[in-house]
């Protein structure tokens, strides 16, 4: 059977690729991680981490407690183990109207 071309998913990412898409230093990650304990990337023998889908949400949802909204660490760590799943879905909310608004500005420049 012949290979058929498929489009390959990243499953991890690198602390440094995962600070760039946030646009945040590896040490504030790092720092993120020891204080709020939730997120647990993987990490080889080396000591090198690797984040998941789902960790990079969760860092995600952190950043925007913390730098959007003004939550301290414990603060947003307290938000995020009493309830987690009403705060992710306000994030999407918000998350879905800025792209909303970016496609819109996108528009009105176009016109």
């Known amino acids: 059977m012949p290979y058929k071309d498929k489009e390959i998913e990243k499953v ?29 990337p993987r990490k080889n023998r080396k000591g090198d981490r690797y984040y998941s889908r789902k960790d990079i949400e969760l860092l995600k949802l952190i950043y925007h407690l913390v730098k959007e909204q003004g939550y301290t660490l414990k603060g947003a760590k307290q938000h995020l183990m009493s309830d987690r799943s009403s705060a992710e879905a306000r994030f999407e909310t918000i998350s879905s109207l800025k792209r909303i608004r970016e496609f819109l500005v996108q528009i009105r420049e176009q016109l």
């Open 12 to 40: 991890y990412w690198t602390i440094g690729e995962v600070a760039e898409m946030l646009q945040v230093s590896s040490s504030l990650l790092r720092f993120w991680e020891a204080e709020i304990g939730l997120v647990q």
